[in-house]
């Protein structure tokens, strides 16, 4: 079984947005910077006002791994992990599961996009090439 | 600029894979080697310390806390102390000589207790966090519901964008391991001690590409106890004391595992180069190093972060031959992780400790009087450089 995230005051959004079909991602509504994690208090500035925007869903990989281990009783593999760079969020990076593709495929540079698996109340984000 | 601190005794049970032996006894009986490599008795210990205390974040990390052990071995201490978000494994080590250096303690017992390889199951394995929870909370949030759950995933992302940046390849890494095992093979403590060829290493199956088996280390039952002293208490004591030259512990990036805007780079490039800040020694005065292995491709990060040669350039500083037998700068000389057991960085230590002794048997480096010992991967990472006068 997939262990899921607890959503707190910091993450439901970003873990929730795939309910409307968008990723959300925290960004500070004083100086702009883009937040990931997500936190209530804005790294640069300090600010509270931290608040989600939806960004384009897209990013490019920066780096990638195939896991060919089987590290939970019925893990398929091998799978596809990545490194991707957001657009629309600048110094934001995404752990992200790679999906309908062949894992050994994937590649430094390659343009992803985002969609998303609903387990329970959580809107899971998973990324497959965007051509 | 040396602490006032110096590390007097190391002592290390006789670890092992599936040993089912309690951590309490593996404890004792590194406890017991410890007291007698630095010619100190029981009562002669006033303070303790470990990296993290008890945690069962995964099974087997850390059965022992200050507390229970305390408990068993009968210590009254005047100081105590486990740290969870140090720098690095080290942190214990690390706190521990400023906890002397300033008076709280004259010598003091840190320790690392590890039973991973007897409490994995098929279902909660070794050095997988959060498995067996509801729901996972912290960075390990972002990365484990993705199914990237292990360090391999993690350690597989850096070894791959150095690999694309630097043209590194799996051959080198070989070097690493194999080089490892060949140090092993001289070493009785060490859980793997058979050959092992590049061709066994290019054979053995992939786990998180591109790291195989053999860039893994190997989880396992055991303990390591390191003795901190104050500089003035540690001239009593059955060896020469190793100062300690220096420490850094810096860390400029977000604690997590894929945010680091240079993941061809690691926390210990951080916490390095604030050690060389610390001492008027150059890496070139370095006889004998102990970098972290828990993943191969540690090494060379470690190499570099440390300014044994530059960024990019560790694979060849590695095909040159200058890390494993009779290099100029052998690393891990015990085995290491990779090929002598996961002691989460304590092990390497001890390793150097005795080769800054000459204890070092077969494996001896000849004349060794500074030793480096950088500790963790990715975010987490302590640097210390030894010296025995
Ligand atoms: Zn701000």
């Not at chain 2, 400023?98 to 840190?110: D, F, K, P, S, Y």
Request: proline fraction near 6%; aromatic fraction near 8%.
């Amino acid at each position: 079984m997939r262990p899921l995230p607890e959503l707190t005051a910091e993450n439901t959004a970003f873990w929730t947005g795939g309910a409307e079909g968008t990723l959300m991602i925290a960004f500070c509504s004083d100086c702009a910077h883009a937040i990931h994690p997500p936190q209530l208090v804005c790294p640069t500035c300090w600010s509270e006002g931290v608040e989600f925007r939806s960004v384009p869903g897209t990013g490019t990989v920066y780096t990638y791994t195939v896991n060919h281990q089987s590290w939970m009783p019925d893990m398929p593999v091998p799978f596809a992990l990545a490194v991707v760079e957001l657009d629309g969020a600048p110094g934001v990076r995404v752990t992200a599961e790679v999906v309908n593709a062949d894992p050994e495929s994937v590649a430094i540079g390659q343009k992803m996009k985002v969609g998303f698996l609903n387990i329970d109340d959580v809107w899971f984000p998973q990324w497959e090439p965007a051509q | 600029m040396t602490l006032a601190a110096a590390i007097t005794g190391v002592g290390m049970s006789d670890i092992g894979r599936k040993t089912n032996r309690p951590a309490m006894l593996h404890l004792a009986e590194a406890a017991r080697r410890a007291l007698d490599c630095a010619g100190l008795s029981r009562d002669d210990i006033d303070g303790i310390s470990t990296y993290p205390g008890k945690a069962d974040n995964s099974p087997g990390m850390s059965p022992l806390g200050t507390g229970e052990v305390r408990g068993a071995l009968g210590l009254k201490t005047r100081w105590h102390s486990a740290v969870p978000d140090g720098p690095s494994q080290m942190a214990p080590i690390q706190v521990a000589a400023m906890a002397v250096a300033t008076g709280q303690a004259r010598h003091i017992l840190c320790f690392r207790a590890l039973t991973e390889s007897s409490s994995q199951t098929a279902t909660r394995r070794a050095s997988i966090p959060g498995a067996g929870r509801a729901r996972l909370g912290g960075w390990y949030s972002y990365l484990v519901p993705a199914h990237a759950m292990s360090a391999s995933n993690w350690a597989g992302w850096m070894a791959q964008r150095y690999f694309h940046e630097f043209g590194m390849t799996r051959e080198h890494l070989g070097l690493v391991a194999t080089g490892q095992r060949a140090f092993a093979q001289q070493n009785p403590s060490a859980v793997m001690r058979t050959p092992l060829t590049m061709e066994e290493y290019l054979g053995a199956r992939m786990i998180s590409s591109p790291l195989g088996l053999f860039d893994c280390d190997v989880p396992i039952d055991g303990a390591c106890v390191v003795i901190v002293s104050a500089a003035d208490a540690a001239k009593d004591c059955a060896r020469s004391p190793l100062s300690i030259e220096a420490m850094g512990a810096a860390l400029g990036s977000q604690e997590t595992w894929d945010q680091r805007s240079d993941l061809t780079t690691m926390g210990a490039h951080d916490s390095a180069a604030d050690m060389w800040k610390r001492t008027d020694l150059k890496p070139a005065d370095v006889d004998v190093l102990g970098l972290y292995d828990g993943f191969s491709i540690f090494v060379p990060l470690w190499l570099e972060a440390m300014g044994f040669c530059g960024h990019g350039e560790a694979k060849d500083f590695i095909a040159e031959g200058n890390i494993g037998p009779g290099g100029r700068f052998p690393v891990n000389t015990g085995g290491g992780q990779l090929s002598g057991g996961r002691l989460h960085g304590f092990g390497l230590l001890h390793e150097v400790c005795t080769q800054l002794w000459g204890q070092a048997g077969a494996r001896q480096v000849d004349g060794a009087s500074v030793g480096a010992c950088g500790m963790g991967g990715g975010f987490i990472a302590g640097s210390m450089l030894l010296r025995r006068d």
